[in-house]
């Protein structure tokens, strides 16, 4: 607080100092890179699964794939938001001292209507619920990071931060099936892939060909396919391909 020159008694609130606004900036600038790069991690680790490395993704799909990965942070900030968004105002009060009663009603209703919502269609379904613990586990490290950033100091952020990076790394390792699948869910749900059934127009010098079979991953130059009778992936260049039809889009089992 400072004092007004010629007017007692009369105080003014003081900004954040110019060096705490620069920090504060570098953690959000930190913080959104490394979710970017833990995607690019996500999708290098689901090619080593399925047994592919797409080169043509990387060098002439980044505008793609940066798309891709940006809808999949969206979505992910969006339904941690929905689920245990109820964190972020508490973290007003864990830094600040004071607390919102209309932010924490309003999201607790939210969150408790979603979680209940998810609770009761994995109650009637078949569903895994280990996929569905590593979606909140990850929601958690979501709100705890962005409430940080709100209401916390630089310091704090880039402490949050810290502590982010361990856990999902923890997280990755132990539930590595479950985080693949998170992924196959986002490429289902695009068409782009997560091994969705489909069939593959082929012209060869001959005849054409049609070819059967699941669509691990489509990319700008190739689709990477495990053909029907093959355990393996087959790398089919997207140039010999008369028409590429994806037949089913349907969710997995989550």
């Known amino acids: 607080m400072h004092r007004l020159r010629g007017v007692p008694g009369t105080q003014i609130a003081a ?3 110019p060096r705490e606004v620069g920090y504060r900036l570098l953690s959000a600038l930190l ?3 490394f979710f970017a790069l833990y995607s690019q991690a996500v999708f290098i680790l689901f090619m080593g699964n399925e047994g592919f490395f797409s080169y043509d993704m990387l060098v002439n799909g980044a505008v793609g794939i940066g798309v ?3 809808a999949t942070e969206l979505t992910i ?4 938001v929905s689920a245990v968004g109820v964190m972020i105002p508490a973290l007003r009060w864990r830094y600040r001292g004071s607390v919102s009663r209309t932010h924490i009603i309003g999201l607790s209703v939210l969150n408790l209507y979603v ?3 998810v609770v009761g269609a994995l109650s009637r379904s078949r569903q895994d619920w280990m996929i569905w613990l590593v979606i909140f586990a990850v929601s958690i490290l979501v709100c705890l990071q962005i409430g940080t950033l709100i209401h916390g100091t630089a310091k704090d952020s880039l402490r949050s931060l810290v502590i982010v990076l361990v856990c999902l790394l923890g997280i990755t390792a132990v539930a590595h099936k479950e985080t693949v699948a998170l992924l196959e869910f986002g ?3 695009f068409g782009v892939g997560g091994n969705v059934p489909v069939t593959l127009k082929l012209e060869q010098p001959a005849e054409a060909r049609t070819v059967n079979g ?6 700008p130059e190739n689709a990477y396919v495990v053909v029907d009778g093959d355990g393996r992936v087959s790398i089919i260049p997207r140039a010999k391909a008369e028409i590429i039809s994806v037949s089913s889009r349907e969710a997995p089992a989550m």
């Open 214 to 219: 699941r669509l691990v991953f489509l990319s």
């Open 77 to 80: 900030v969006t339904f941690a």
């Open 15 to 17: 900004g954040p100092a």
């Open 187 to 189: 490429l289902k749900h």
């Open 31 to 33: 913080s959104f890179g």
């Open 115 to 117: 979680i209940w919502g």
């Open 68 to 70: 891709f990965f940006l």
